[in-house]
């Protein structure tokens, strides 16, 4: 069965520090890996994706992921986070041949002042 | 000139009503979703269309009844509400014919049965 997964339901940091939010992926094929962010109250809002090409992704707000082949990994980074970096962040991944996202249950970041 | 908008933004109905929540989508896109999210901010798929044409449909209740009268526009109505129904509701579209597309959500429909 397909999925990705969030181990961490809370990412606590402090402003200035860098942040990791990790998502690890269990998808056929080659995978198509995304991020998104969730303010309250609103919908999603897509930060970056790897498709191909350089492991080192970068995105909106500074966000930045690294694809790790070996390690079925697609942790989200920021070298110095922000009080408004604070959100529901979600890694989501797709087969380069299916038609459904596959979404990890989130992980609440709190950047504290 | 909102990209995903679905309507209404928040609704409050008793047990046993049927009611509707409108998505509609500027920007060309050929494949729409509908996305429950739960009171633990999980989110599952329910229904997919590309081009008025039903692709996914999860295990879903049969009350609930996507219908597709345009590829811009993806409803979702649900008949005999339950007190399980309760969630917030996420329209969504994307490129299909791109799987390396992002998905691009309305901000979200919280329903609220009582």
């Known amino acids: 069965a397909q999925s990705v997964a969030q181990p961490e339901d809370q990412v606590n940091v402090a402003e200035g520090n860098p942040l990791t939010v990790k998502c690890t992926y269990s998808?056929?094929?080659?995978?198509?890996l995304f991020w998104y962010v969730q303010y309250p109250n609103r919908g999603l809002q897509f930060l970056l994706k790897?498709?191909?090409?350089?492991?080192l992704v970068k995105g909106s707000y500074g966000f930045e992921a690294e694809f790790n082949k070996s390690q079925t990994s697609f942790h989200l980074k920021k070298p110095s986070a922000l009080v408004s970096d604070s959100a529901l962040y979600f890694c989501?991944?797709?087969?380069?041949?299916?038609?459904?996202?596959?979404f990890g249950t989130g992980t609440s970041l709190t950047v504290i002042p | 000139d909102t990209a995903v908008s679905q309507t209404p933004k928040y609704l409050v109905t008793q047990m046993g009503n049927d009611k509707s929540i409108k998505c509609e989508q500027n920007?060309?896109?050929?494949?729409m979703y509908w996305y429950k999210q739960d009171s633990k901010k999980f989110l599952k798929i329910m229904f997919s269309?590309?081009?008025?044409?039903?692709?996914i449909n999860e295990t879903v209740p049969n009350r609930f009844s996507p219908k597709s009268p345009d590829k811009a526009h993806l409803n979702l109505h649900i008949n005999s509400l339950e007190l399980g129904d309760s969630a917030v509701y996420f329209c969504?579209?994307?490129?299909?014919?791109?799987?390396?597309?992002?998905?691009?959500f309305g901000n979200g429909t919280r329903l609220t049965v009582t």
């Open positions: 790897y498709i191909t090409g350089d492991n």
């Open positions: 998808v056929s094929g080659n995978p198509y």
């Open positions: 269309y590309n081009n008025k044409e039903l692709i």
């Open positions: 989501a991944g797709i087969s380069n041949t299916g038609n459904q996202f596959y």
């Open positions: 920007l060309g896109h050929d494949t």
């Open positions: 969504a579209s994307s490129q299909e014919s791109r799987a390396n597309s992002p998905l691009h």
